[in-house]
């Protein structure tokens, strides 16, 4: 190596003491480089193997969409035991969106149910409670799935009132959507869920302003 020039030593330090401290340092640099080089490719990896896990799971879902849909909807299994079988599958199971909207379309088809039997909690509202575990994405994934089903339907009126109002009153008579959940949906403006979105907004009005009023008189109870 060059010789080490003079303002390169530290006081009291001589010619060699300094090279050998240099050189320390070279190589402390250099280790440090090596070991920020080996957490960069470890995290690329394990990036790599997660993106990896998720296509495979994605893949999987794909393939078995229609069984999982069917194992739904058709029927065979209800309550506890649909709740159950629901869970274990995991991210396999479709969005509850999907399983909603399927489930209207197969099994309510073109008569809708303004009472939604089918969400009692001894039918379907046992397994939608059990997904949503009371995350508001969810709930709002419920509503979409109706607000779709009626969409298709041309949002239709029975009996002097609105379909998709009498369904979304219902979910809430089953604890399957929440208040926060209602407050969400409507305020929600995603272009993925707009399609029939302003039309149940109008006709769910009344609904949204008995869901108003019950609030300010719980919070006039809660004051007293």
């Known amino acids: 190596p060059p010789p080490i020039a003079a303002p390169l030593t530290l006081p009291g330090e001589d010619e060699a003491a300094a090279r050998a401290r240099i050189e320390k340092k070279r190589k402390e640099k250099e280790e440090a480089a090596a070991v920020e080089a080996a957490a960069a490719s470890a995290a690329a990896a394990a990036a790599d193997e997660a993106a990896r896990e998720a296509a495979a799971t994605a893949r999987r879902a794909a393939e078995l969409e229609g069984e999982l849909l069917a194992g739904f909807c058709d029927g065979k299994m209800a309550g506890q035991e649909l709740?159950?079988?629901?869970?274990?599958?995991?991210?396999?199971?479709?969005?509850?969106?999907k399983l909603v909207f399927e489930y209207l379309k197969e099994r309510e088809?073109?008569?809708?149910?303004?009472?939604?039997?089918?969400?009692?909690?001894?039918?379907?509202?046992?397994a939608l409670i059990a997904?949503?575990?009371?995350?508001?994405?969810?709930?709002?994934?419920v509503l979409w799935g109706i607000q779709k089903y009626c969409d298709t339907l041309g949002f239709p009126k029975h009996d002097g009132e609105y379909v998709v109002q009498a369904m979304y009153r219902s979910m809430y008579q089953f604890d399957i959507v929440d208040d926060d959940g209602f407050i969400n949906w409507k305020e929600d403006e995603s272009e993925a869920n707009e399609t029939g979105k302003v039309k149940a907004v109008i006709q769910t009005v009344e609904w949204f302003n008995w869901l108003e009023e019950d609030d300010d008189d719980s919070e006039e109870y809660e004051d007293e």
């Open 83 to 97: 709740a159950d079988w629901c869970v274990a599958q995991g991210s396999l199971l479709p969005p509850l969106q």
């Open 109 to 126: 088809r073109v008569n809708p149910d303004k009472s939604c039997a089918w969400a009692k909690p001894e039918n379907q509202g046992k």
């Open 131 to 141: 997904l949503i575990a009371d995350d508001v994405n969810k709930m709002m994934d």
